[in-house]
């Protein structure tokens, strides 16, 4: 829940910035451990192998030791959260509950000392950090051990402290330059478009047509979000301003035309989702024609759900694109369209895992074994990558579990609607019973219609003899170590 409130606070910020960089150095491969405001933007890391990471090896100090592994950041986030304001100098490091704090502790007891104090820090990874995108901080074999293999480390952040710079720009999109984004803008919301005045020089005594209104509606009721399944009906009033007529038998077309975000594409990259066409005798002088055309969601392979689109309407649009002012002469051509109906189509998801088979369910304590993981999406293709942990517990205690491995599977592997990955796993250094769970989505990350069955468990026991317990640093007694181990456990 802790997690899932986050993200959605996070999204609001993230909807508030302007995505533009700043080239502030970092000073230092150190990071400062410092309490979290709950108001400040955080970031989540992930623990991976560093055999699974470019360089991992190496950066981690040497390119012959497969057993590290990393935390890894995505600074990024606050990349584009600051803006031009960025400074790399303003993150810090926060355990946000008990264990993490716990945790954090362990792993500065493995951290060389700061030659300017006697104070152990955390350590980014010079190779593997750039302060822009990525913080990469190398976890060894005596932090695996000092935290039971990375309890606790799910719940280790970073944050940014620094300066945020407000947009300057139109608040259009999310960083994709797409302008897909799901939550609302400020100062931009889902709703029915505008006619829009002329710009251009009076032709006198031809028609003018324009679109008084468009309204969507599902059911008979005007509405802006829509399911991927509905049947979604669009409204146009087309209306002839001027003092001027066409034939009675000709015919006026009107078009509805689809852009992604809230602001209608270039206009070589609008798609044409409906038109009709509107007879001359009933848009004579000062008269109006109002038509709706509805269409189904399903059969627009370029609708996905989880996006907002709009939908500018025009008159007199003979072409989808390079109109080239349509089949009449009118007194203005610049108000054929309206501004942009804006609207969202949500998806209907079921992340579930279906199966964990492992190469041993009775391994040797410290070994690693193969998890082979099936996961299935169901209803709706995901509109993002679907992410995948791994936890470990002792004898099933779901409340007492701790992260060993998470990935992405990604929404192009999903499009059939299931995949498979095999996953190293490094099983737990003692002896004893233990339950092994995959789950996909585990925060929520992809709001889920049905979300029961996200997660799956097998049984684990490790055989064997238990590796000795760390030995303090050199200079260190053992007593600290020894309480935080103890509180763990």
């Known amino acids: 829940m802790f997690t899932k409130m986050i993200g959605i606070a996070f999204l609001l910020v993230l909807s508030s910035f302007q995505y533009a960089f700043a080239e502030t150095e970092r000073n230092s491969q150190f990071i400062d451990q410092s309490a979290w405001y709950n108001e400040k933007p955080i970031v989540f890391g992930t623990l991976k192998w560093a055999t699974s990471i470019p360089g991992g090896t190496a950066g ?12 890894m950041y ?24 008990a264990l993490g704090n716990v945790a954090l502790a362990a792993w500065r007891q493995t951290m060389p000392k700061e030659s300017s104090s006697q104070e152990r820090k955390i350590r980014a990874s010079d190779t593997l950090s750039d302060w822009k995108t990525t913080v990469a901080i190398c976890f060894g074999l005596r932090a695996q051990a000092y935290t039971m293999n990375g309890q606790g480390m799910s719940d280790v952040v970073l944050w940014y402290d620094g300066p945020i710079e407000t947009r300057t720009s139109s608040p259009l999109d999310d960083g994709t330059g797409t302008g897909d984004v799901m939550t609302p803008v400020s100062g931009l919301s889902y709703g ?3 006619s829009l005045p002329a710009t251009d020089p009076i032709i006198a005594n031809k028609p003018d047509f324009i679109i008084d209104r468009n309204r969507l509606f599902k059911d008979g009721t005007e509405q802006y979000v829509f399911g991927k399944s509905d049947t979604m009906c669009m409204e146009a009033k087309l209306k002839n301003i001027g003092q001027g007529k066409i034939d009675n038998d000709d015919r ?14 270039p206009h070589g990259d609008w798609i044409g989702i409906a038109s009709f066409d509107t007879r001359g005798d009933h848009v004579e002088q000062g008269e109006s024609h109002t038509e709706t055309v509805c269409v189904s ?7 996905v759900p989880g996006r ?36 969202e189509v949500r998806g209907s998801y079921n992340f579930a895992i279906t199966g964990i088979a492992l190469s041993h369910n009775q391994p040797n304590a410290g ?29 099933g205690d779901w409340n007492n579990r701790w992260i060993v491995d998470s990935f992405s599977i990604s929404q192009q592997e999903l499009q059939g609607g299931y995949a498979s990955r095999v996953r190293n796993i490094a099983v737990p250094g003692s ?37 000795p317990q760390p030995q303090p640093l050199p200079g260190e007694s053992g007593g600290a170590i020894i309480s935080i181990i103890q509180f763990v456990l």
């Open 60 to 71: 981690c100090g040497d390119p012959n030791d497969t057993n590290d592994k990393v935390m």
């Open 74 to 97: 995505d600074a990024s986030v606050f990349r584009r959260i600051a803006g031009s304001a960025y400074n790399p100098n303003k993150i810090y490091i926060y355990g946000v509950t």
């Open 192 to 194: 029915p478009g505008t």
């Open 252 to 265: 006026v077309r009107t078009r509805f035309l689809l852009s992604k975000g809230y602001k209608e594409d």
């Open 297 to 303: 969601l399903v059969d627009k392979p370029y609708i």
């Open 308 to 343: 907002v689109y709009n939908i500018v309407t025009c008159a007199d649009r003979t072409e989808i694109n390079n109109n080239d002012g349509g089949a009449y002469q009118e007194e203005h051509e610049s108000n054929n369209c309206t501004t942009e109906m804006v609207f």
């Open 367 to 395: 070994d690693v074994i193969q998890a082979t993981i099936g996961v299935s999406s169901t209803v709706d293709a995901p509109n993002a990558d679907v992410p995948v942990s791994v936890f470990l517990s002792l004898n």
């Open 431 to 467: 002896i004893g019973e233990f339950t092994l769970w995959v789950c996909a989505n585990p925060n929520g990350e992809i709001p889920e219609t049905y979300g029961n069955d996200n997660c799956q468990s097998v049984w684990l026991e490790t055989l064997g003899t238990s590796p």
